[in-house]
């Protein structure tokens, strides 16, 4: 099982803040984003960045059971 | 000697004066401040309100690192960040970056290279509110996973 969180941009489009996963083995944050983004295209014009644990991590970074998933949008604190 | 570095996110108001004082250390001659606050006019767009959203720990240990790669490229004594978060009213302040030196110079290049950096990394979202409608703010800069 793996958790996914949303913030801000991408949470109001998925209408969400977190689900759970089941991903198959080797799965990585790419296959989920693909998913993702097939239910919610509004999502397809934003540039995504992914974090696995809090670190920010490349989309082909293989997934393991209780990782902790992020998606979200480019960042503008400050 | 102990570091003062603090790193820390806010719901209430930020006390500048106090951020800045905390980040003093005796060897010091100079701490730059940023004060960070909410724009009224952006491009000619008025903003009612602003709201501030954050991957709290996540925010956290990116600001942590963010000062240990200070450290290491500026001849700085101590930092302090607090940023803060939920809906803030125009003018009100958003993020304080206090950097404190044994010289000026140091201080100034390290607080200007501490904003790009939180602006480009750390994960806080800014969310702003107008006469006619919101709109979530996306950064424009890429970031490289270390």
Same mark, same amino acid.
């Given at each position: 099982?793996?958790?996914?969180? $949303? $913030?801000?941009?991408?949470?109001?489009?998925?209408? =969400?803040? =977190?689900?759970?996963?089941?991903?198959?083995? +080797?799965?990585?944050?790419?296959?989920?984003? !693909? +998913?993702?983004?097939?239910?919610?295209? !509004?999502?397809?014009?934003?540039?995504?960045?992914?974090?696995?644990?809090? !670190?920010?991590?490349?989309? %082909?970074?293989?997934? +393991? %059971?209780?990782?902790?998933?992020? $998606? $979200? =949008?480019?960042?503008?604190?400050? | 000697?102990?570091?003062?570095?603090?790193?820390?996110?806010?719901? /209430?108001?930020?006390?500048?004066? /106090?951020?800045?004082?905390?980040?003093?250390?005796?060897?010091? @001659?100079?701490?730059?401040?940023?004060?960070?606050?909410?724009?009224?006019?952006?491009? @000619?767009?008025?903003?009612?309100?602003?709201?501030?959203?954050?991957?709290?720990?996540?925010?956290?240990?990116?600001?942590?690192?963010?000062? &240990?790669?200070?450290?290491?490229?500026?001849?700085?004594?101590?930092? @302090?960040?607090?940023?803060?978060?939920?809906?803030?009213?125009? &003018?009100?302040? /958003?993020?304080?970056? /206090?950097?404190?030196?044994?010289?000026?110079?140091?201080?100034?290049?390290?607080?200007?290279?501490?904003?790009?950096?939180?602006?480009?990394?750390?994960?806080?979202?800014?969310?702003?509110?107008?006469?006619? @409608?919101?709109?979530?703010?996306?950064?424009?800069?890429?970031?490289?996973?270390?």
């Amino acid at each position: 099982m793996i958790k996914a969180l $949303f $913030f801000g941009l991408t949470a109001d489009l998925i209408g =969400s803040r =977190s689900t759970d996963l089941d991903l198959k083995d +080797h799965a990585t944050p790419a296959n989920v984003l !693909e +998913h993702l983004v097939a239910a919610y295209p !509004e999502l397809a014009p934003h540039r995504i960045l992914i974090a696995v644990n809090e !670190e920010y991590v490349y989309a %082909d970074t293989v997934l +393991h %059971d209780g990782d902790e998933l992020a $998606f $979200f =949008s480019a960042v503008s604190g400050g | 000697m102990p570091s003062k570095d603090f790193f820390e996110l806010a719901t /209430s108001p930020i006390d500048i004066t /106090s951020v800045a004082r905390r980040v003093v250390p005796p060897e010091c @001659g100079a701490t730059v401040t940023l004060d960070g606050y909410v724009r009224q006019f952006t491009r @000619g767009r008025e903003t009612l309100h602003l709201f501030y959203e954050a991957y709290e720990p996540m925010a956290l240990r990116e600001m942590q690192k963010l000062i &240990g790669q200070a450290h290491k490229d500026f001849d700085i004594s101590n930092i @302090g960040i607090v940023h803060r978060l939920g809906r803030l009213e125009v &003018g009100e302040t /958003s993020v304080v970056i /206090s950097v404190a030196a044994p010289h000026r110079k140091a201080a100034f290049a390290a607080c200007e290279w501490l904003i790009r950096e939180l602006k480009r990394t750390v994960p806080i979202w800014k969310k702003e509110i107008y006469a006619d @409608g919101e709109e979530w703010i996306e950064g424009e800069k890429d970031v490289t996973p270390i």
